[in-house]
């Protein structure tokens, strides 16, 4: 059995890819007979210790987002806390997720420091040649400097991954996103409106997301296509764009926008649809589309990123990220969209993605690593002094402060009285199950 600690700024009661892949993972390796936590920060009102389905634990620690959702990256700010709860909960891997999640990063620098093993999942894809990827990508490099194992959801992820961190790709394994194909299950009879092509789209509003190339192609679609109805799922900075775009047009009785999406009712959505639109302008994965494509929707899709990798052709027409190539393979999809094999779609993906399959080869990744020696103080010097002259020399003062205060960490919290609490603890809840 391992003890794993999954940490990242982004999950419940925010949704998104990376959100469902974490908690996902989590009650696999469960069943898998391993013990896991996940850490975040708190939300609003929610904070402190909450256990979520088959008895997840879930630590919502009380730090603030300063923007996205994203803690302000601190260094020595959570040291303290995420020391004990590592220490309490006797942990040995501990896994972050997502590049912007800063919060994890700092719990993969000091885990290294407290001498536990660190796995770190890349879920998006950075360009080179703008500010905030460059930024990103310094950050990202000094934080994955002396992780001990990197996975990627795709290979096109894996190169990226590979160039902006300066990681041996033979040190990155590709183990791609999965869906519960059981909850996603076709149901034509759900159809509505009647007498319509559906078109669907949920996702975060966001640029990223490709918005500003929906704005366009919606008009367009119903302009050329009286039969076609939209159905917009999704809430984020880009709504009112789309809000505005509807009313300008008269297309007040020709979409439906949904808003914020609850997890359990995004199947109640897809169902509906015939077609599922992918505006994306980047995606390493996108779940999404396994989703729609397990509900029996054929999907059309900006051709970015990984998402070439992610369904066979017979499913997917890709469009380059511009409206009116996308307009051109949804007049394409758009004859034959009630002619879909819905089930055969859920059956061929149900066989291609596994949640039991994703949380095997990442249990394959954690045994690996735990049977590799742990790295000597000179090791990680070295490994500070890969970021360059300067940079390094940054990152080897970083490195003695971790260790200093770790060093006195220990003689205030020595880790037999955080042992003793955490069995104490396990003790009185036991007596409350017998009681």
């Not at 302000?72 to 891997?93: C, D, K, N, P, W």
């Not at 009879?189 to 190339?213: C, E, Q």
């Not at 596994?354 to 010097?381: C, D, F, G």
């Not at 490994?383 to 971790?402: E, M, R, V």
């Amino acid at each position: 059995m391992v003890n794993i600690c999954l940490i990242c700024d982004f999950f419940y009661p925010r949704l998104g890819g990376v959100e469902m892949h974490i908690f996902q993972l989590g009650l696999c390796l469960m069943e898998r007979g391993h013990k896991v936590i996940i850490i975040t920060h708190k939300y609003d009102n929610r904070a402190g210790v909450r256990y979520m389905t088959n008895g997840l634990k879930v630590y919502y620690c009380p730090f603030v987002p300063a923007h996205e959702q994203v803690v302000l990256f601190t260094y020595m700010g959570s040291l303290a806390l995420l020391r004990q709860i590592l220490l309490r909960e006797e942990i040995h891997v501990v896994h972050s997720h997502a590049a912007t999640s800063f919060f994890g990063g700092e719990l993969l620098l000091h885990a290294k420091s407290l001498g536990f093993k660190t796995v770190f999942t890349d879920h998006s894809l950075f360009a080179f040649n703008d500010a905030a990827s460059f930024h990103v990508n310094k950050i990202l490099k000094f934080i994955l400097c002396e992780v001990d194992h990197a996975i990627s959801v795709s290979h096109i992820s894996k190169e990226n991954l590979s160039m902006r961190a300066s990681l041996d790709p033979r040190n990155i394994s590709v183990i791609p996103n999965a869906v519960d194909c059981s909850r996603f299950k076709p149901d034509p009879s759900k159809r509505y409106p009647l007498n319509t092509v559906n078109i669907v789209v949920i996702s975060r509003l966001t640029f990223r997301k490709g918005v500003d190339l929906l704005v366009d192609v919606v008009p367009t679609i119903c302009k050329k296509f009286p039969q076609v109805y939209f159905i917009i799922g999704g809430d984020g900075p880009k709504k009112k764009i789309i809000e505005e775009s509807i009313k300008k047009h008269g297309l007040t009785d020709r979409v439906e926008m949904l808003g914020s999406v609850p997890g359990h009712k995004v199947r109640e959505v897809l169902v509906r649809g015939h077609i599922f639109l992918n505006t994306s302008l980047t995606e390493a994965f996108c779940i999404a589309i396994v989703e729609a494509a397990s509900c029996g929707l054929f999907v059309v899709s900006t051709n970015v990123g990984g998402v070439v990798e992610v369904l066979p052709k017979n499913m997917v027409n890709f469009a380059k990220p511009d409206p009116d190539d996308i307009c051109e393979k949804l007049a394409v999809a758009i004859p034959i969209a009630k002619n879909v094999p819905s089930h055969q779609y859920h059956e061929q993906v149900a066989k291609m993605y596994s949640w039991h399959m994703v949380a095997e080869r990442t249990e394959t990744v954690y045994n690996k690593i735990l049977s590799s020696p742990y790295p000597s103080i000179l090791s990680r010097i070295k490994a500070c002094q890969s970021n360059g002259p300067i940079f390094g020399l940054y990152l080897l003062i970083l490195l003695i402060i971790d260790y200093v205060a770790i060093f006195i960490l220990d003689l205030i919290f020595p880790f037999k009285n955080i042992q003793a609490q955490s069995i104490k603890t396990r003790v009185q809840s036991q007596q409350k199950e017998i009681w």
